[in-house]
């Protein structure tokens, strides 16, 4: 949950954050410019959370209801089943994108995998992939083949796993 405007620079922070809410580009840009000099009113700070898909939880706590909300949410539900998180129970405010991004490629299934490509581009979860998951070395040999042909169309996939963990060990000397 966040406060107002903690919802706010959430949500203007997003490229193309307006576009499915309804507003126009001036507009967007109105409020925005008004949202940083601090001189948007309350009301007009609540119609544009409603707009972007936010709904009042608590005296000014706000949830996230877009579909990126509900799918980060459902997935770190999933996580925690898995017992994806050693260290406590983590809330969807407490978790990077890249570590959701590690855990899903990792603990959870391929339906679960798909719906992370709504809501994070493909580079995103490839960057994520080569990062963390690839290094991790022959016991992901067999997953990190299969993301690598079923996903991100890599042709040679044996060839494309050896050379990333070549250039990782030689950026580690």
């Keep these: 949950m966040f406060t ?26 109105v409020y925005k410019k008004r949202f940083l000099e601090n001189k948007l009113d309350l009301e007009s700070r609540i119609r ?18 877009s579909i990126h909300g509900r799918i980060k949410k459902e997935l770190l539900r999933k996580l ?12 969807i405010e407490e978790i990077s994108d890249t570590e959701l991004i590690e855990k899903v490629l990792m603990y959870l299934d391929l339906a679960d995998i798909e719906s992370l490509f709504r809501i994070f581009s493909k580079k995103v979860i490839k960057d994520v ?24 169309n890599i042709k040679d ?14 950026s580690l000397k």
């Design 4 to 29: 107002t405007d903690q919802a706010i620079e959430r949500s203007i922070s997003r490229r193309g954050w307006y576009k499915k809410s309804g507003t126009n580009d001036s507009t967007a840009r």
């Design 48 to 65: 544009l959370l409603e707009a972007c898909g936010y709904r009042l939880v608590r005296q000014m706590r706000w949830e996230d209801n």
């Design 80 to 91: 925690r089943l898995e017992n994806a998180f050693w260290y406590g129970n983590q809330s």
């Design 129 to 152: 992939w080569k990062e963390f998951i690839i290094p991790l070395g022959s016991s992901y040999y067999k997953l990190n083949i299969l993301f690598a042909f079923l996903y991100f």
């Design 157 to 170: 996939p044996e060839r494309y796993i050896r050379d990333t963990i070549r250039k990782r060990l030689i």
